[in-house]
């Protein structure tokens, strides 16, 4: 007779899982299978290394961003961070900063935020569809002869919101070269790039020049109005009333550096999504209705922004752990759109897929105000494309992607159009 084996162990134990430096280079080549591991770890979680809560499940990210005790106002600590031999910059690109509506708690927020809200809506950007597939359509045909090999991020992708986006605000096309540079350095104070001292006095500069070249701007069209979002804005008349002119210009410094990169990283990652997907590029060639799902998806499983950033404005309970005033709060939305509590097969590309709220664009009060405007160029974009150049496919394997605690955003992404 065989012994009958007797086991004593209960249900495996769970893997130890190992906190990581979210810039870890491999980490941020591939955040997901440790993002996906943080989650089910603890979707609250203290980091000791990023000295802040990671905060990565669906339900805890939408309910902090509804939560009043969970502040977006952070520009304090923002300009804290800036070295001592650079603090005679500071102060006046924190009052600009602090005039940016996604650093603002309601109610100052609503009262900004109102200004823009009509020229955002879809049906406003709407009218802006034609000029873009027509630019699109050129830039491509200079760029992107059929059969030749390019790179989508800077023959298209970043270039054409750029020049969009520059049409759209009112930028003329000869400022555009400082308008960008300027924007680029803003960028990396914000987004924690600036490291060096100098760095840190550029980009403070940057804003600085930024803010004056925009209210020069707004006072050629006071005087003079054109077909261009601060026309718009300024015909609505709103801006002197309730909100002042500086504020207005203060986050007209805001728009094009939340709007053009990301919307070039959404194009370049729906792209490198579908090309590695046949199955997926082919239902969207089939059905062109699909661009708009295919991009929806990116946004969801690879979208151009992995986290909001906030801070406890006082003590707050999450999921049984205690938040304390002041503490850092990175809201992990990369990990929350692959949470299987609310979204079946997570980590699975199907621009089929229905229901779930994503949180790509954010969610609540600061839900991006670009969202229409950053659909419809990236849906021109990504449909000229897969339309127009049936063997469009990736040229190598290995994609490498720029070292950001916020951004999701690929170095380059070579091609054959
Ligand atoms: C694919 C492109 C884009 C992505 C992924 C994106 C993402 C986001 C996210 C996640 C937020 C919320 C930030 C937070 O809660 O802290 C946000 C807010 C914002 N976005 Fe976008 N954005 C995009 C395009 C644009 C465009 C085109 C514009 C304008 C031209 C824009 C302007 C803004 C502004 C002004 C806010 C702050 C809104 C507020 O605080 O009420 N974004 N965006």
């Not at 199955?279 to 922004?305: I, M, N």
Request: charged content about 25%; glycine content about 8%.
């Amino acid at each position: 007779m065989t012994p009958t084996a007797i086991t004593t162990a209960g249900p495996a134990p769970a893997a130890r899982f190992t906190e990581r430096y979210l810039l870890d280079p491999a980490v941020n080549a591939d955040p997901y299978g440790y993002l996906n591991a943080l989650r089910d770890h603890a979707p609250v979680h203290w980091s000791p290394m990023h000295r802040a809560w990671l905060v990565t499940g669906h339900e805890q990210v939408m309910h902090c961003l509804r939560d009043p005790a969970v502040s977006a106002d952070r520009v304090r600590p923002l300009m804290d961070a800036v070295p001592q031999g650079a603090r005679d910059d500071a102060e006046r690109a924190f009052t600009i900063l602090s005039r940016w509506m996604v650093f603002n708690d309601p109610p100052q927020h609503r009262r900004l935020r109102q200004v823009f809200q009509e020229q955002f809506a879809a049906r406003a950007v709407a009218r802006y569809s034609a000029f873009t597939e027509r630019a699109t359509r050129a830039m491509l045909t200079r760029r992107a002869a059929p059969g030749r090999t390019g790179d989508i991020t800077a023959d298209i992708a970043r270039p054409l919101p750029a020049l969009v986006f520059a049409r759209w605000l009112g930028v003329p096309q000869a400022h555009a070269p400082s308008f960008w540079y300027w924007n680029a350095r803003v960028g990396d104070l914000v987004l924690g790039a600036a490291q060096e001292e100098s760095e840190y006095r550029t980009s403070l500069r940057s804003l600085v020049s930024l803010e004056e070249y925009l209210a020069g701007l707004v006072a050629e069209r006071r005087a003079e109005p054109k077909d261009d979002l601060i026309s718009s804005v300024l015909a609505g008349g709103r801006v002197g009333d309730g909100v002042s002119g500086e504020e207005f210009v203060g986050m007209l410094t805001q728009m094009a550096f939340a709007g053009g990169e990301t919307t070039g990283n959404l194009i370049a990652n729906t792209l490198l999504a579908l090309l590695h997907r046949p199955d997926q590029l082919r239902a969207v060639r089939e059905e062109p209705e699909l661009v708009a799902a295919a991009v929806e998806e990116t946004l969801r499983l690879d979208g151009p922004s992995k986290m909001s950033i906030r801070t406890a404005a006082r003590d707050t309970v999450l999921d049984g752990r205690t938040l304390r005033a002041g503490d850092r709060i990175f809201l992990v939305t990369a990990a929350a759109n692959r949470d299987p509590a609310r979204f079946p097969d997570p980590d699975v590309f199907d621009v089929r897929r229905t229901g779930g709220t994503h949180l790509g664009f954010g969610f609540g009060a600061h839900f991006c105000i670009g969202a229409a405007l950053a659909r419809l160029v990236a849906c021109a974009v990504v449909g000229v494309l897969v339309r127009d150049y049936p063997d469009l496919r990736l040229e190598g394997t290995r994609h490498t992607w720029q070292l950001s605690l916020l951004n999701r955003s690929l170095t380059a992404l070579p091609v054959r159009y």
